[in-house]
């Protein structure tokens, strides 16, 4: 019997490929099934540059759409100026940048370009939003002053977190924000900020962040029917690595 085509939403991979790997085998795949990355491909465990690699070649089997991250943008940034950011450094770059070391000029052409492809957000045709960090105009993304809150934001969801869903969504005093779409979906801020390990829904906000850099584990979920599925603890995966906890 052939299945309906899903739409699944990927966490923040962070150099992780043996979890990315493991996820996609858990997904099994079928033909139509669409696939949303949420951004941060890169920085934390050390395979980042061959987490590239996987999604380029990923993109050609499979119906994809990649979002940007705030530290793919640092990693954009690098390929493009041969300059690393001290502050990227100190938060995964420089696992990222030895991930590269036996990369010719042309292959980090090749990634260049799949860094400079990358969507700030995205809307499907059911008017959810797919973004990876937030945004801050009462008019959407697409209004942002600062593009780069769309991968550094994070009072969105700090509002959907404090939101009192005894509000109507009729009221005057309903957030803004939250009304402009059906259901929103963000990575960036892990779960585990929050002692849980899976992903977090908060008013119509989803989190699908559950900190792969770190101690978690890398997830996947269908949108429509919110099954998930997680990899083991990446940590385990790599363990004698540190990750973004050293």
Not at 5 to 17: C, F, S
Not at 138 to 153: I, L, Q, R, T
């Amino acid at each position: 019997m052939k299945k309906n085509p899903r739409k699944i939403v990927v966490g923040d991979i962070h150099g992780a490929l043996k979890a990315l790997e493991q996820l996609v085998d858990l997904l099994n795949l079928s033909e139509g099934d669409q696939l949303i990355f949420m951004g941060d491909y890169v920085d934390g465990w050390s395979q980042s540059a061959q987490v590239i690699d996987f999604l380029i070649n990923f993109e050609k089997l499979h119906s994809s759409i990649f979002l940007r991250g705030n530290h793919d943008d640092w990693c954009e940034s690098w390929l493009k100026k041969a300059k690393a950011d001290k502050e990227w450094l100190m938060h995964g770059g420089k696992a990222t940048i030895s991930s590269y070391a036996d990369y010719t000029q042309a292959q980090r052409s090749i990634h260049l370009a799949f860094f400079e492809n990358l969507q700030n957000y995205f809307v499907d045709d059911s008017n959810r939003l797919f973004i990876h960090a937030g945004f801050s105009s009462m008019h959407g993304p697409a209004k942002e002053y600062y593009e780069s809150n769309c991968y550094w934001d994070r009072t969105l969801w700090e509002m959907a977190l404090t939101f009192d869903n005894r509000i109507d969504t009729e009221s005057t005093i309903y957030p803004k924000r939250l009304s402009l779409f059906h259901e929103i979906y963000i990575g960036h801020t892990p779960t585990l900020n929050y002692g849980l390990t899976v992903p977090m829904n908060a008013a119509n906000v989803w989190n699908i962040d559950t900190g792969a850099a770190f101690t978690g584990r890398l997830t996947a979920m269908d949108i429509d029917t919110k099954e998930c599925w997680q990899t083991d603890v990446v940590q385990n995966l790599y363990p004698n690595e540190k990750g973004r906890n050293g």
